[in-house]
């Protein structure tokens, strides 16, 4: 037995053929879809992780601009906590000013 042994050998069955195909090609592209989404979303959950180690690196940039003295525990918690709840809202929400991607960049 081969490849070719079974073969379409009317219409109808060439038919029948090509609509099975095109069901199975519709059925695995919606469940990459689904599985793709699926990454990308573990992927943006993740993020607010390396969002928290940028906040630690701009602390370190306060504390030598404050000429290594380091800043009071209660402010640095009080931040923390306000990007925290912005994080959690919208990731992007503190930085929607110009000014803010300006200083970033």
């Given amino acids: 037995m081969g490849l070719g042994d079974f073969c379409p050998r009317s219409n109808s069955e060439r038919i ?3 609509a099975l195909l095109l069901f199975g090609v519709s059925i695995f592209s919606y469940i990459m879809t689904n599985l793709v989404e699926s990454f990308n979303e573990m992927v943006y959950y993740n993020d607010s992780l390396d969002e928290g180690e940028e906040l ?3 602390f370190g940039v306060l504390e030598s601009f404050n000429y290594q003295m380091s800043i009071n525990i209660n402010i640095k918690r009080n ?3 306000y990007f925290d709840y912005r994080w959690m809202k919208d990731k992007n929400a503190a930085i929607s000013l110009a000014e ?3 200083i970033l960049e």
Avoid: M, N
């Fill in 16 to 18: 029948i053929g090509s």
């Fill in 56 to 58: 630690t690196k701009f």
């Fill in 79 to 81: 931040i923390e906590q």
């Fill in 100 to 102: 803010d991607k300006f």
